[in-house]
């Protein structure tokens, strides 16, 4: 039998920075400006057991890519199993912070959606800016960088990359978390 959602955190919480599966009114209020009817190039960070991917998967275009990666083995052995049938799926078993030469791979030079559940709090402050300058330099002109936190502790990191950060939050999750959206929008 397959270990849990919180039976992996609790083994692995720095790496994995959460106890619980993101609820689906997260998923759903970080998912809302998505326009899913056209073809898209969403790029997803640490997907865990898949609450976006799962979502992500159902909603997407049939010719949309969507490229999740994620670090722990059993995740991506579960995700493989239970989502490795859907052709649009191109699921990585690396770090996000590698992201840049998997899409150089697959041919993808822009992106419309990062979706992101990485936990930014536990990482350096260089490695966290490089990271953030890259994503926001394959972002198309229309495209967003979506991350959910526990904190307000990367707003700054975040308007230094990206024109405009908005700033959501949702109650019903475990813990409450804060959804950033951020553009390159000239506004
Ligand atoms: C807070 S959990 C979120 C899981 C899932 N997306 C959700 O919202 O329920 C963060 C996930 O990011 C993964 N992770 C941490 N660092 C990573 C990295 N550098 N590259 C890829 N995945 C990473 C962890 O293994 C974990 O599954």
């Known amino acids: 039998m397959s270990k849990s959602f919180t039976a992996h955190a609790l083994h692995s919480l720095k790496s994995i920075g959460s106890v619980a599966p993101s609820s689906k009114f997260l998923v759903n209020n970080m998912l809302k400006s998505i326009d899913f009817s ?23 275009h049939k ?13 991506v052995q579960e ?6 049938k859907h052709q649009q799926l191109n699921l990585i ?19 419309d959606y990062f979706v992101s559940s990485l ?21 198309q002109a229309d495209g967003k960088f979506l991350q959910y936190q526990y904190s307000l502790n990367s707003y700054k990191k975040l308007k230094q990359n990206f024109n405009k950060v908005g700033l959501g939050f949702t109650l019903i999750n475990v813990p409450p978390a804060f959804i950033y959206e951020c553009t390159n929008a000239l506004v």
């Open 38 to 60: 056209k073809p898209l190039v969403i790029v997803e960070f640490g997907a865990g057991n898949g609450a976006f991917t799962k979502s992500l998967i159902t909603k997407v």
């Open 63 to 75: 010719q949309s890519k969507l490229i999740s990666f994620e670090l722990n083995d059993d995740f």
């Open 79 to 84: 995700l493989s199993q239970r989502l490795g």
């Open 93 to 111: 078993h690396d770090s996000a912070f590698n992201f840049e030469e998997h899409l150089q791979n697959l041919g993808v030079k822009k992106v």
């Open 119 to 139: 936990p930014l709090a536990l990482f350096n402050a260089q490695q966290k800016s490089e990271f953030l300058k890259t994503c926001s330099n394959y972002l």
